[in-house]
């Protein structure tokens, strides 16, 4: 296993149920990070865990929960979400997060809201 | 104004030639400086990391840096079919302080390389 990898690639969902998102990197980083990705936009901060412990919180709705039970998993907790909330969610991992280091990504999670 | 500024394109080139990607910026603080590729389907691949100004090669590819007119660049030499992605240029600065450091993205430049 390299990198970083998310699972699942894809997913359906309608807007009254319950998923998540994982995870997993295998660059022994100290720092993981959600991003949203929507067509012809940037990408989107949504949260920022180091070691363990949740750093930065970038006003993002309460429907998306996140959880990093160590410095290799990251988990993100979907519920009652909005079409609109239809993107590519991705997950990145670096060495640190106070101090500049580069950022590397998974392949993300297409997230569709019927 | 938007912090960082990216052409989205498409721009489509003939194989073999030069490609000249640019984002321009804002935040005069921007340290570091970062060229993403990203394939259809794919997350973004860290293609280049450059420092402050000036320039960097890696094979076909060069990153330049002008924090004078606040502008980058990457170019392309001898373009390929399989260059045919979406480049997105990402900056970075430490904050002062307390938090996490600044990573911001431009919107991407989609690039088609015609054989």
């Keep these: 296993e390299t990198g970083v990898t998310q699972t699942p690639r894809h997913l359906v969902m309608g807007m009254t149920n319950k998923k998540s998102l994982k995870c997993e990197q295998h660059l022994g980083h100290n720092a993981m990070y959600w991003y949203k990705q929507s067509a012809k936009k940037p990408l989107e901060l949504m949260f920022v865990y180091s070691l363990e412990e949740r750093v930065e919180n970038n006003s993002v709705p309460s429907r998306f929960s996140p959880e990093c039970p160590n410095s290799s998993h990251l988990f993100l907790h979907l519920h009652t979400l909005q079409p609109e909330d239809s993107a590519l969610y991705l997950c990145a991992s670096s060495q640190e997060a106070v101090r500049h280091s580069p950022q590397h990504f998974g392949d993300g999670t297409r997230l569709s809201i019927l | ?115």
């Design chain 2, 1 to 115: 104004q938007k912090e960082v500024e990216q052409d989205p394109g498409p721009l489509s080139v003939p194989e073999g030639a030069i490609v000249s990607l640019n984002c321009t910026y804002s935040n005069s603080a921007f340290q570091y400086f970062m060229w993403y590729r990203q394939y259809s389907r794919k997350g973004p691949e860290l293609l280049m990391y450059t420092y402050s100004s000036g320039n960097k090669e890696d094979g076909r590819f060069t990153a330049q840096v002008d924090k004078s007119s606040k502008y980058i660049s990457l170019f392309i030499r001898d373009s390929q079919p399989s260059d045919s992605a979406t480049y997105l240029c990402a900056m970075s600065a430490d904050r002062r302080g307390s938090g996490t450091y600044k990573y911001i993205f431009g919107t991407g430049t989609r690039l088609k390389v015609l054989a």
